[in-house]
């Protein structure tokens, strides 16, 4: 049988895109149309920096955007050019319902949220299929009082959410499903599924909505500004729309089951002067002319030519108590015409590509699961693939405004970004959420990337790769943290996510190697900028400030210490320690094909034992603490230490940095090799406080017959004690995995007093009871997947070494003993439970 008819149809897509094959652009079209563009800081030219101020949502509607364009369940091409989504009207609400809303960060009693009802329920990685549900109340939509409310509560107090209002008592709501099929890489069938889950009657105004994002309205000469586009109602009453890059594409809308055909909006998208306060602009057609036609009953607010820049399909559905109805749409390029725009050929499409999804999913979703768990990574994926956005955020001509505005104040330039002209966004990018966090933070991009490598490998070394190129890596190495500043600093995993994802390209002698190599470059200016900056005294003793974990410190770490000198942070060490040990491994591999690469595996072997003695040792006590048994942050100041006693996650990463050697690899590498055992020689003074090329026992059941090698910070007489504490039920070990602090601190939480002023780290296990670094996460107390990710590595990593030989007892005062591989087991079963 040929190989490729063994192959399903999404697969030989995703192979055909990575060759470069002709008409194998299937990833042009997908949903990457952020949920919401205002309220970000790339939105934001006030002189003081407040984006949530700066453009609220009650201006969304009616307010173009400079840098992007969101909507309801949309799409939009790969650069923001043309898009398309929902906007519903129920007859009530007081707007249209065009985009998600929630509370902005100074609203929200946990900061920004989004209070909607929506789920991702399907996607192929080229996006051949979507599909997603929005539920939309019937009643008037509560927009004042979730402010009004939320704004009032404490941080100790739930959030109000839009289920707490009652609005979907007795079910009235809509199901309101879009679905997305692709004939071709430039044919998109639509179909929309309204359903009525009320008990009564109700009314429906439906308005899918086709529309350019404005690039001509600012004078910007930068990629990406063009021209004005058009689009308007051909003799055969369908959209004829033509941009500059884009090209010709034809957008139409069969008519509603009961023969009905839309009546077709026309409207600009461009601002109205009422939300810039400036009545000087011209035009007569804005952006919230829907609105101004469907609730104010304005007829001039569209424009009867039937042209513009943005257009809908106006349907108005009535259905009875449980009845559903279907609208159908498509786009497609101009140049090649579908042979039947809808009927039985547009159904048979969608059968098809939801068939070729179910196929895809079924190869890359082991059959042994249970069918729920199945189902539920399934829809799992569909998250990461509808999290997609279009990122567009050019720093040097944000700072300095566009030509047709007032020059932008010049304080803007002392707030945020200033350090960043170079950085050029213009991508499609993993979004963290479109919603709450529609920019990309560069550490959740790498544990995304994860996970997106089993079914799109290519976009997962594509995202690792751009992080790394020089119009997003900083000239100092520095990798781009999240928008709000580009120069925080977060855990350096970008290097493990890179391995990660190498493996996952292929069997070994068949993967990536040139990803590995191009991305170890790189990575190598990322180090050596961490060296640099971090290493405040040059004893590989690092700080790196809040590294994303947010509220877990004593202080807010990003910011000046109120006691005056600064952190030796536990973490920090730690994860240039495991940055080290992954650098190491992919030195190694690399040099097995390739010598010059044995050097750089010595430079980063020496590098990790003087990391990992200097944790352990500086200062004669090192960041480990002996009484208690636990790593901690130290406050250095005026050349006392002075240990920050809070058991959390900070602790804990010391042993993600574990590294295997094994002899198979040294033997090849004789040049390493000797250079190692020089170091064992005659630096036995830096290994004496850490596990240091331990050599496994003879082979037993669970370990096979191997040379192995062991690099690690702790101990194993360390290790030991610091899992008595990881795996008690009353410390870290919850019913769903590791806590990020230990539950301990709820009874006695960690007081600091410094000027007269306490800091205080108490355990909470829900919403964050902190306005550091916005509330809206919570490193106090909840269980976070990825960190129980790497612990669950690591210990896996332990138990390749030690096998049945270490035993600990889990949980703890259990009496029941386990080895380290199934102590991972026990996490991942919690954590899945």
Not at 298 to 322: E, F, S
Not at 376 to 381: G, I, P, S
Not at 746 to 752: G, I, L, N, Q
Not at 806 to 812: A, H
Request: hydrophobic share 35%; aromatic share 14%.
């Amino acid at each position: 049988m040929n190989e490729l008819t063994t192959k399903t149809a999404e697969l030989v897509r995703l192979e055909q895109e990575e060759a470069r094959s002709e008409n194998a652009n299937w990833k042009r079209w997908g949903p990457y149309l952020s949920e919401r563009q205002w309220g970000t800081v790339r939105e934001d030219y006030s002189p003081d920096g407040s984006p949530w101020a700066s453009f609220p949502h009650d201006q969304a509607r009616g307010r173009a955007y400079r840098w992007g364009e969101d909507g309801l369940l949309g799409i939009t091409d790969r650069q923001c050019r043309l898009c398309f989504a929902l906007a519903l009207w129920n007859g009530r609400d007081p707007i249209l319902k065009e985009r998600l809303f929630g509370v902005n960060g100074h609203e929200g009693n946990h900061g920004e949220d989004v209070k909607e009802e929506y789920y991702y329920l399907d996607s192929t990685p080229t996006h051949s299929y979507m599909k997603a549900l929005y539920k939309y109340p019937q009643l008037e939509y509560p927009y004042a009082r979730l402010v009004a409310e939320n704004q009032h509560r404490s941080r100790q107090l739930p959030e109000l959410e839009l289920v707490d209002t009652g609005i979907f008592e007795r079910n009235r709501y809509f199901d309101v499903f879009a679905e997305y099929a692709k004939e071709d890489p430039d044919d998109v069938l639509i179909r929309i599924t309204i359903a009525n889950r009320g008990p009564v009657l109700a009314s429906l105004h439906v308005l899918p909505t086709f529309w350019f994002r404005n690039t001509w309205t600012w004078g910007c000469e930068h990629e990406g500004c063009w021209p004005k586009p058009s689009m308007h109602l051909d003799e055969h009453g369908r959209i004829l729309a033509e941009h500059a890059t884009l090209g010709k594409f034809v957008f139409t809308a069969d008519h509603a089951p009961d023969g009905k055909s839309p009546t077709w909006l026309f409207t600009e998208n461009e601002s109205n002067p009422k939300y810039l306060h400036d009545p000087s602009l011209s035009g007569k057609y804005f952006k919230d002319g829907f609105h101004d036609y469907i609730i104010g009953r304005r007829i001039d607010a569209v424009n009867p030519k039937c042209t513009g820049t943005k257009a809908a399909a106006h349907y108005r559905v009535t259905l009875r108590a449980g009845e559903q109805v279907t609208l159908q749409l498509r786009l497609w390029d101009y140049n090649s015409p579908p042979k039947s725009v809808f009927g039985e050929e547009f159904s048979r499409t969608f059968e098809h590509r939801k068939a070729e999804a179910d196929a895809f999913y079924d190869a890359k979703i082991p059959t042994s699961l249970p069918p729920e768990s199945r189902r539920v990574l399934r829809q799992a994926y569909s998250g990461l693939m509808w999290t997609k956005q279009f990122y567009n955020y050019v720093v040097e001509d944000w700072l300095n405004g566009d030509p047709n505005f007032p020059k932008a104040p010049e304080s803007r330039k002392s707030i945020r970004n200033s350090e960043w002209p170079h950085l050029f966004n213009r991508d499609i990018i993993s979004m963290p959420d479109k919603w709450e966090y529609p920019w990309y933070a560069a550490w959740d991009l790498a544990f995304h990337m994860v996970p997106m490598a089993d079914i799109d490998s290519k976009f997962a070394r594509d995202q690792l790769i751009l992080f790394l190129r020089e119009w997003y890596m900083h000239a100092n190495g520095q990798i781009p943290a999240y928008e709000w500043n580009f120069s925080d600093v977060n855990p350096p995993v970008h290097a493990w996510a890179c391995w990660r994802v190498y493996k996952q390209t292929g069997p070994p002698g068949r993967r990536d190697r040139l990803f590995l190599a191009r991305t170890f470059q790189k990575l190598l200016v990322n180090f050596t900028w961490w060296v640099n900056r971090k290493d405040l005294l040059g004893k590989h003793v690092f700080s790196g400030g809040f590294l994303g974990l947010d509220n877990i410190g004593v202080f807010d770490r990003s910011k000046p210490l109120p006691t005056g000198g600064h952190l030796h942070q536990a973490d920090g060490t730690a994860w240039m320690g495991f940055y080290c040990a992954r650098m190491l491994t992919m030195a190694l591999e690399l040099a097995s094909e390739n010598p010059a690469y044995a050097d750089m595996a010595s430079k980063f072997f020496e590098h990790y034992i003087e990391i990992a003695d200097a944790m352990n040792s500086i200062s004669d006590v090192g960041l480990w603490d002996e009484q208690d048994g636990f790593y901690y942050d130290h406050l250095y100041n005026n050349g006392e230490h002075i240990p920050l006693r809070v058991r959390s996650l900070v602790g804990i990463i010391p042993l993600f940095t574990a590294i295997i050697l094994s002899d198979v690899v040294l033997q090849k590498l004789p040049g390493f090799r000797r250079r190692m055992d020089w170091f064992v020689e005659h630096r036995k003074d830096r290994i004496k406080n850490i596990t240091f090329m331990q050599v496994s026992k003879e082979a037993d059941a669970t370990r096979p017959a191997r040379g192995l090698r062991l690099l690690a910070i702790p101990t194993r007489e360390r290790m030991e004690r610091m899992l008595k504490y990881l795996l008690d039920e009353n410390e870290f070990l919850s019913p769903y995995g590791i806590r990020s602090l230990s539950r301990i601190h709820d009874k006695h939480p960690f007081v600091f007093n410094a000027n007269g002023e306490e800091h205080r780290v108490n355990y909470v296990p829900g919403d964050s009871d902190s306005s550091m670094f916005g509330g809206n996460s919570n490193w106090r107390g909840p269980v976070w997947f990825p960190m129980n990710y790497l612990l669950i590595e690591a210990l896996e990593r332990y138990d390749e070494f030690y096998g049945a030989d270490f035993k600990v007892e889990c949980p703890t005062g259990s009496g029941i003993m386990m080895t380290l591989g199934q102590v991972a087991e026990e996490l991942m079963r919690r954590q899945i439970r």
